[in-house]
C-alpha cells in the first residue's frame, strides 16, 4: 500500500493473529497470520498461505497482544491485497476495521495503539 494514501498512522507491529473470511453465512476459509503494522481504523495482516480472498470480503479476525492472553477480536472488510516484496508464498492483506467483539475489544485495541505510540 502506497504510505502516501494512507489516512491514519500505522505501527509497524508483528503479532500473531487469525481468522476467517466469509463469502456468505455458509462458506468460511480460515487463514492464520502476523500483523505488519496495526493503527486506528484497520491492520496489514501477512497470510502465511494465500487463500484466494477478494476484495470486500468480511472478515472476523483475532490479535494476540500476549502469548496465552486473551486475543481483541474484531470484524472488518478486505480494502487491498499484495504481495510481500513480490514473493508469490506471502500474501499481504489490508483489513478496513468496521466492529469489534466487545467494547472491552475496542478499549484493549486503543492500549495497544497507545502502546505502540499512535
Known sequence: MD???RRFK???????????????????????????DVGARGACLVLNKPNGFQLGQKVH????LLRGDIPI????MIRWIGLEDNRQESQLMGVELTGMRTVHDYERWLEMLTFFGI
Do not use: K
Not at 477480536?73 to 472488518?76: C, D, I, L, N
Open 61 to 64: 479476525f483475532g490479535i494476540e
Open 73 to 76: 477480536e474484531a470484524h472488518g
Open 10 to 36: 500505522r505501527a509497524a507491529v508483528s503479532l500473531t493473529a487469525w481468522g476467517e473470511t466469509r463469502n456468505d453465512p455458509a462458506e468460511s476459509h480460515p487463514f492464520d497470520a502476523q500483523t505488519r
Open 3 to 5: 504510505q502516501t494514501r
